[in-house]
């Protein structure tokens, strides 16, 4: 039989994991939309630029 804490920390476990890949997702969508509607942005913080590059690479 299983133990119910397993179980339990289990279905947490993939909730959290599945919020961390949605929230991801979400913050790459938003910053490539904002980073096309203000061009003046590009060059500010590397990561952004970074992030912004390797979504226009992969589309």
């Known amino acids: 039989m299983e133990n119910p804490t397993t179980t339990d920390r289990d279905v947490a ?3 959290v994991i599945t919020q961390r890949v949605s929230l991801k997702f979400r ?3 938003r910053l490539a939309k ?3 509607e203000r061009q003046d942005l590009r060059g500010v913080h590397a990561l952004a630029d970074f992030v912004d590059d390797s979504l226009r690479w992969s589309a």
């Open 13 to 15: 476990l993939d909730r």
């Open 27 to 29: 913050h790459a969508s």
């Open 34 to 36: 904002l980073m096309d």
